[in-house]
């Protein structure tokens, strides 16, 4: 893991630039929720600023790497590239520009020869920030009826499935990164899309959620495979060891 100029790993400026840029963030949202600024404008204004302020701060900690930001270009550099950061400035900008909603998370990870080496998800609204080092600490598993959480506004195939055969509770929350900490945080137990999404949508969650000792793949069992030309991701799945294989039976009628 390299270091920076000033002794910073990669783990420690992924965990600090989340965090500062979720500071900035609040700060904005504030503002912005005070002036009266309409929903679309705060969703721009909050992604261009923390678009920025990621961008500005990775380069300077490390200035040789490639960024993959969702708002910005792809820069075609990354698919020769050995380091790739992935990021998300603001991981469901619609929670963001509805104020006091907390489930919006950043988004900042490292892609390092093939592998997630180091990811951060700050959830500023919580004041937390999830980090692969040192990772997060499951609670025990103790809950006799698995609680799923899915999508605010619909329920995919594969979160159907789920629920119905394992019985389970379902709570509905915004952001992946929101929803993928909630089962770090053992507040539920299963979390699976299979509407599509972005590489940067599931990155730094799928770094975490792996490290705290999650369940994390796609919804057949096969690796999650981030850097690649395509920067869509069909399917996500983490969900607790406990019952990872009851949910994967589940979802591949096994």
Known sequence: MSTSSSGESDQQIATRVATDAGVMLVALREDLDARGTHYWDMKDEGDVAGHRFIIDALRQARPDDVILSEEGNDDRRRLSAERVWIVDPIDGTSEFAEPPRWDWAVHIALWERGELTAGAVAMPSLGRTFAVDPPEVLPPYEREQPILVT????????????????????????????????????????????????????????????????????????????????????????????????????????
Not at 194 to 217: E, F, I, K, N, R
Not at 236 to 245: K, N, P, S, T
Request: net charge neutral; aromatic share 6%; proline share 4%.
């Open 151 to 254: 999508s605010r506004n619909r329920n995919t195939y594969a979160a159907v499935a789920v629920a119905r055969s394992l019985d389970c509770l379902v709570g509905r929350l915004g952001s992946a990164g929101a929803k993928t900490m909630a089962v770090v945080m053992g507040e539920a137990d299963v979390y699976v899309h299979d509407g599509g999404m972005y590489q940067w949508d599931t990155a730094a969650p799928a770094a975490v959620a792996a490290a705290a000792g999650l369940h994390v793949s796609r919804i057949d069992g096969s690796p999650l495979v981030y850097n690649r030309p395509d920067l869509w991701l069909p399917d996500f799945l983490v969900c607790r060891r406990e019952i990872a294989d009851a949910t994967l039976s589940a979802l591949t009628g096994g």
